[in-house]
């Protein structure tokens, strides 16, 4: 007998029993192969470059929906204050379109005074972040508390577990997905002991509007 499954021992007219017990065997592989794919490919989060991982805690991310004030030194006229778009960009006199989302205030400001230099001699830029967006994601499948979240940033995936109640009863603590559209589609696996014991870093790993926590 197979686990769930009964067999007759008796063989039928023209239908030998060895055969009934091959075609069972088969039904159950085909069912457990199946349910071990449903989840479809991953990555493994300590396959994903840094740049995709968020920052420490001390280090604020500009994200979407920001409002930035982007100032030039004795250049007035080309100050800008502008709210990052859902592609992440934002539009600035004389360079236009420039991806903001992902970055540091510090490091976005050296790359704009890369760029302004074709038009200004030794421009020095400074960007602030007025108006900084909470995140909006959505944590679901088994945990205590699914539904969307406004997790102040920077916010990691293992905060954001915590304020969806933890894990529930009935979650396999090895499948935990973060699902991401931008800057393009991945879905990155972690597992529960390694999110707890920081393994290879993984306490750090930041959550972004538009982030799915899955917790199957």
């Not at 055969?19 to 493994?44: H, M, N, Q, Y």
């Amino acid at each position: 007998m197979l686990k769930g499954i009964s067999i007759a021992t008796s063989s039928a007219k023209g239908f030998p029993s060895r055969a009934l017990v091959i075609i069972a065997v088969v039904a159950v592989l085909s069912t457990s192969v199946a349910a071990c794919s449903s989840s479809g490919p991953f990555i493994w989060y300590n396959e994903v470059p840094k740049t995709e991982w968020g920052a420490p805690p001390s280090e604020y991310v500009i994200g979407v929906a920001d409002g930035l004030s982007i100032k030039i030194y004795e250049q007035e006229n080309l100050t800008t204050a502008a709210a990052v778009r859902s592609d992440g960009r934002v539009a600035l006199p004389l360079v236009g379109e420039v991806v903001a989302a992902g970055k540091h205030p510090y490091a976005l400001a050296r790359e704009l005074e890369g760029r302004y230099k074709e038009f200004i001699v030794s421009p020095r830029v400074t960007v602030n972040v007025e108006k900084p967006q909470p995140a909006s994601i959505s944590v679901v499948g088994e945990v205590n508390k699914a539904g969307p979240l406004q997790v102040e940033p920077p916010a990691t995936l293992l905060q954001a577990i915590a304020l969806a109640g933890g894990p529930s009863e009935y979650a396999d603590r090895s499948r935990i997905f973060i699902i991401r559209r931008q800057p393009e589609f991945r879905k990155i696996r972690f597992t529960y002991e390694a999110l707890v014991e920081n393994k290879a870093g993984a306490a750090f790993f930041g959550v972004r509007t538009g982030d799915v926590v899955l917790v199957e």
